[in-house]
């Protein structure tokens, strides 16, 4: 996995600045819903801010159970993470601009750090969760900071966001291959990768998408489809909650570090 890593960022140096794409504000839907400006994108992100407080809801007072506890730090960012992007996307789709922007992204950015850092201290049990997932947080930030300010200089940066927002969708699959997680978990993380995967795509035929269902844009089916896939994930959690102890995780030993 590292070096793999290693070899997208060396790839992205050499490719150099990625710039948002022109016309990025020009939401194929902008007709009002219930009152609300561009009101199906930003009501869709509805989805966001439900999934996150079910999941918070559901698995918070289980967070010590060994079922859960590895990978916690992780996914309780990335649950808050859904719900900080609720407000941050409807934020942004009420009227769109840079400014905006940046609290629709920092969110996301957020949430690929969170379910990164899960994934990864339950599938390589030497890593320090809490160490992980704050690292992960804060290159988050940083990687939202930097496209903010290289856009206020003129010739706006995407790559480190970008990277963390592919991360998961191959890292994640290869820890899980490498450890041999259990059938279930790689499913449910892949139907969630694809969702997301299905998502992007919609993003990017915005305009092609309303045209064809007549009624809901690409931008909108993005953020149900974005929900749907975090949905998948936090199901998946809160089920290993219930079918413990039969779920295959060891206890936590007393150092906080569950065995493998």
């Keep these: 996995p590292s070096v793999l890593i290693g070899v997208a960022v060396v790839a992205l140096l050499l490719h150099g600045p990625i710039a948002q794409w022109p016309g990025y504000h020009e ?26 407080l079910w999941g918070l809801h559901r698995l918070w007072p289980a967070r010590q159970r060994p079922s859960v506890a590895r990978g916690w730090p992780g996914y309780a960012l990335f649950l808050v993470s859904l719900v900080l992007t609720a ?27 969170g379910l990164l850092s899960g994934a990864c201290a339950e599938n390589r049990p030497n890593v320090d969760a809490r160490r992980m997932t704050a690292l992960l947080a804060l290159g988050a930030v940083l990687s939202v900071a930097w496209w903010h300010f290289t856009e206020q200089a003129g010739q706006g940066d995407l790559r480190p966001y970008l990277l963390l927002q592919g991360a998961p969708l191959v890292l994640v699959p290869l820890w899980q291959a490498i450890s041999g997680a259990p059938r279930a978990e790689r499913a449910a993380f892949g139907i969630a990768i694809g969702l997301y995967v299905a998502a992007k795509a919609a993003e990017l035929h915005d305009r092609e998408v309303l045209g064809a269902l007549g009624w809901m844009s690409g931008h909108t089916l993005k953020h149900v489809l974005a929900a749907a896939g975090a949905a998948v994930i936090a199901g998946h959690l809160a089920w290993r909650v219930r079918a413990a102890p039969s779920w295959g995780v060891k206890p936590l030993q007393s150092g906080g570090q569950a065995a493998q």
Excluded: E, K, Q
């Design 27 to 52: 939401f194929a839907d902008r007709s009002p819903l219930l009152g609300i400006a561009n009101g199906a994108d930003v009501l869709s992100n509805l989805g966001f801010a439900l999934v996150g």
């Design 87 to 113: 407000l941050g996307s409807g934020f942004y789709h009420l009227d769109p601009d840079n400014g905006r922007l940046v609290w629709d992204r920092l969110p996301i950015a957020l949430a690929c750090a």
